[in-house]
């Protein structure tokens, strides 16, 4: 088998590979790090990519499966870190210059913990923006991330790196964090499978200065790889106080429940609200009609909501703005300028406008908690365009100031906390990726992954 046959396997397949003895661990490993080291000249997937120390936990693996004693549900299987999150041994820089690279480093946030315990094998460190501010992939500290269908566009943010890795084949498995789109946009650029779970089910430390806007998320090739890997890391933690307790179900369990009966809203545009690219709107559509030929009742509606934009940014920019508080006139002289900018507007708000803000988010979650006594999954484009040139905030002759205005569909479920995913159903003229949103009430994370999981047994997902 080759290194190109195992960079393009499932987790699930690996770990099947590894049950039966067709593949090894260590065969495994060696092909995601050829991957990454043979993309990262031209994609620039990586801040830092761990081979040695990848090799050594992939051969205790390989003992362990050899002897029948795997660790845990992931035993082996490659993954990577978006380098916003804590990873024992290693920096966590956040794509910024004003991070010291210097320090002990000796903890790992909860959902790398957690792959730590069931033998994940850590491929590396993901790009991200500086502190992961815009939703797409460049920084003052690594560079830009290209997208993986063509490197002259960007991959999407902030989780871009972990986004091209996985379509790329450097681990079937990433880390992402989404605070407005960050995991859905980038995956909806590069062609994968992103999850954004419910708020605080996948605990967070340290806690992010965006507050609860902020969540992390599986960022994969399939669904199914998906509800695996939210079935390790979406267990309760001590040291996040907002950590959900333990999920009900098995996400991996419910998959094969299909979407025979659920009621879909399907809204192209939130109510005109959005102009939509042709072909995103005709691939959208397709699957559509694809969920309701496989038994759900799919109905043309739209939620009773406006564009929650001037909130998030309240919400947005004072997070940022608390993020660079702490540093003096020189420090912040080398951050990103976009990131400088919506700091000082961050800075400004009063607490009243904060907290009107905060009133702004309940109501919309109030309204769209009334949606869905009625529907139980909305389907939205995920991104009303493709991927547009790398090393952009926004696409050029658009006339948007900030990367808001091109995300109108994902940001409003991060204000919301509901489980948000996007899957990959179709390309446009360029052949660049067109993705699909699904969206849940609070908690049923269950449900966007079982739709989700149909849409690839039926063929309707690529």
Known sequence: MTDHDLSTRTAV????????????PVDAARAALARAAEIQPEVNAFVRITAEEA??????????????????????????VKDILLMRGHPTLKGSRAIAEQG????????????????AVFLGKTTTPEYGWKAVTDSPLSGVTRNPRDPARTAGGSSGG???????????????????????????????????????????????????????GPMTRDAADAALLLDVIGVPDARDWSALGPPAVSYSEVLGDGVRGLRVAYSPTLGGQVAVRPAVTAAVRR???RLAELGAYVTEADPDVTDPVDAFHTLWFSGAARVVQHLGPRRREVLDPGLREICGQGARYSALEYLAAVDARMELGRRMGRFHEVYDLLITPTLPITAFEAGAEVPKGS?????????????????????????????????????????AARHRDDLVLRAAHALYEAGAAA
Not at 13 to 24: E, I, K, M, V
Not at 189 to 196: R, V
Not at 424 to 439: C, E, F, K, S, T
């Open 162 to 216: 972990a986004a091209a890795a996985v379509a790329l084949g450097a681990g079937p498995l990433a880390l992402g964090t989404d605070g407005g789109g960050s995991v859905r946009i980038p995956a909806s650029f590069c062609g994968i499978f992103g999850l954004k779970p419910t708020y605080g089910r996948v605990p967070l430390y340290p806690a992010s200065a965006f507050g609860t806007l902020a969540h992390v």
């Open 13 to 24: 397949q690996l770990l099947d590979g590894y049950r039966t003895g067709a593949f090894s």
């Open 104 to 119: 002990a480093w000796d903890e790992d946030a909860p959902a790398v913990a957690r792959l730590r315990e069931h033998g």
């Open 55 to 80: 090799l050594a936990r992939a051969r205790e693996s390989e003992r362990r499966w050899r002897r029948g004693e795997p660790r845990g549900r992931l035993d082996g299987v490659p993954v990577t």
């Open 399 to 439: 006339g948007h100031r900030r990367w808001t205005g091109w995300t109108p569909f994902t940001y409003p479920f991060n204000l919301t906390q509901q489980p948000a995913a996007t899957v990959p159903v179709g390309h446009d003229a360029d052949g660049l990726p067109i993705g699909l949103q699904l969206v």
């Open 287 to 289: 699957a559509v009609e």
